[in-house]
């Protein structure tokens, strides 16, 4: 939508498709989990299969309203690099996964510490 020369009736759209007709089709459906918490209430509960669905959800919703949190000092790019770097070593066997994961850290930290450096 960001690139579209019609941004206000791109946004209509996609305020229908994801709150609309549409989306209440998909919700009584079973068909996903519904964007709105208003249409949750739709989703199918009859079947042992949808009833586990909903059970699992709604554990997940219970531990997923909260923000996901970044750290400010890590590029967006800095683990992605640091894996790269160093999985080759841990699938020829050179170093463990234990010691994969200890590099990948200590990157990290390093990447951290130096962007936390760099405020002064």
Request: with cysteine; glycine share 8%; proline share 5%.
């Amino acid at each position: 939508m960001a690139n579209t020369q019609i941004p206000d009736a791109a946004w209509k759209v996609f305020e229908w498709y994801m709150g609309g007709q549409p989306s209440i089709d998909r919700a009584g459906s079973g068909w996903g989990v519904p964007a709105l918490k208003s249409q949750w209430a739709l989703m199918p509960n009859n079947t042992p299969f949808q009833k586990q669905v909903q059970k699992v959800l709604t554990g997940e919703l219970a531990v997923n309203d909260v923000a996901m949190q970044y750290n400010p000092f890590l590029g967006e790019n800095t683990f992605y690099n640091a894996w790269n770097l160093h999985l080759n070593e841990a699938l020829t066997g050179t170093i463990t996964f234990d010691e994969l994961c200890s590099k990948v850290e200590s990157d990290i930290n390093t990447a951290i510490s130096e962007g936390v450096s760099r405020l002064g």
